[in-house]
DNA sequence: AGCATTATCTGCATTCATGCAGATATTAGA
DNA sequence: TCTAATATCTGCATGAATGCAGATAATGCT
């Protein structure tokens, strides 16, 4: 791989990242939640019913902390807290599935704009990119974990 | 372009950002900056100067708030004000090119398993890739105009 | 020169997320 | 059964980000 396309990389990859986080946060102040919050409904939602312990490790928070965020998010309805009957101490959370939020308008306009960048592929493209969204998604959530280990 | 390769794609870009998200988030508190502060930074640094003004529309804060922001990023010295020569009401604010952050060690993570992902392409996947994200940058950046717009 | 406009800053207040330490409930093991 | 370990919750406290309204400073227009 030739020195000129990596620094193109390096160059465009750290604004294109740039640009995802304040487009979260964005959306995140769009539908009246802190960022953490809503990035939890949607690891709740893309990764299924977990544990308030498993939450409080994706997100990075004490477990206290953990019960106020779903409590906060219980109490607009986009949570549910369901005890587990197979260990009563732990309480599963799950995402209900409502746009309680109106998290769909508030990514209309990324859909659009992106939907147009996307429709300018070939399906080649497209096939390459997603393969592409798929690896990086488990690398960036093992980035995350090394963070959280070295603090 | 076939379904199941849109299907595929609307499955797995959810969680993609969903992730580089996280990662933000996690970057952010790692360095001890709120996430609007940090990627303040990154767009300063990505974008060069820009008035006081134009950093609270990208930001999405009122003036006043982002005053406070600039102070908050000038005393831990990521940042400086400098006033316009031009028209001496405004400030232009620039990042100071600094690692006072351990930014760099909290990138580190990423780094690494980025570039094993990157490192597993060919030069024509790589060159694929750059081109897509530079069309969704901006993609990103008028979605979160849009989406400002229609508070 | 005088006035309206613009850009940033300040004072004040408030909301909110979060940590921490101890409480409670449940399970597991000796 | 008694005790230790585990999972979540609560009370309390605090720091921090933010909004808002008015203050200040600079510019531009008449």
Redesign the interface.
Known sequence: ??RP??E??GA????????????????A??VGLG??DL?AV??LS?YGRMTSGDLAA?T?LTTGATTRLIDRLEQRGLVRRVTDPADRRRVLVEAVETDALELD??LA??R???G???A????A??????D?????????????E???E??
């Open positions: 791989m030739s396309d990596l193109r990389l465009v990859y750290p604004r294109y990242l740039n640009a995802i986080v304040l487009h979260g946060l964005a959306t102040q769009a960022p953490t990035y949607g690891t893309f994706k990075g308008a508030a306009p990324a659009d704009k992106l147009e960048v996307f300018a592929c070939s399906p493209e497209i096939a390459a990119l997603t592409h969204f798929e690896r990086a998604t488990p690398a960036f959530h093992e980035a995350i090394m963070i959280r070295s603090d």
